[in-house]
């Protein structure tokens, strides 16, 4: 079994930022971030393929960028510029050899 340990979130002031890690117990492949919002439904922020691609929800394109290091197995966030609306609980999802894992969740609380 994978086991994932995400780290970062936090209280910040709207215009501030944050870096979100997803540290895997084995290799990773692909990996997204994903958030949900208080009676909202989960939705993807940013995924990044084996070979480095990426793709972001429209809401965060240029604020936000995901990345990942292969030989620490841990895939990152870094958000910029936040909004109050980023507020949600942030998901790391994990592709690896042994299949797809999600993180227990990370708290993000942005500040009017």
Same mark, same amino acid.
């Given at each position: #079994?994978?086991?994932?340990?995400?780290?970062?979130?936090?209280?910040?002031? =709207?215009?501030?930022?944050?870096?979100?890690?997803?540290?895997?117990?084995?290799?990773?492949?692909?990996?997204?971030?994903?958030?949900?919002?208080?009676?909202? #439904?989960?939705?993807?922020?940013?995924?990044?393929?084996? $070979?480095?691609?990426?793709?972001? =929800?429209?809401?965060?394109?240029?604020?936000?960028?995901?990345? *990942?290091?292969?030989? *620490?197995?841990? $895939?990152?966030? #870094?958000?910029?510029?936040?909004?109050?609306?980023?507020?949600? $609980?942030?998901?790391?999802?994990? *592709?690896?050899?042994?299949?797809?894992?999600?993180?227990?969740?990370? #708290?993000?609380?942005?500040?009017?």
């Amino acid at each position: #079994q994978v086991q994932l340990v995400e780290s970062g979130g936090g209280l910040v002031q =709207a215009g501030g930022s944050l870096r979100l890690s997803c540290v895997a117990s084995v290799g990773i492949n692909a990996a997204g971030w994903y958030r949900q919002a208080p009676g909202k #439904q989960r939705e993807m922020v940013a995924v990044i393929t084996s $070979v480095g691609n990426t793709n972001y =929800a429209d809401s965060v394109k240029g604020r936000f960028t995901i990345s *990942k290091d292969n030989a *620490k197995n841990v $895939v990152y966030l #870094q958000m910029n510029s936040l909004k109050p609306e980023d507020t949600a $609980v942030f998901y790391c999802n994990v *592709k690896t050899a042994l299949g797809t894992s999600w993180g227990q969740g990370t #708290q993000v609380t942005v500040s009017s």
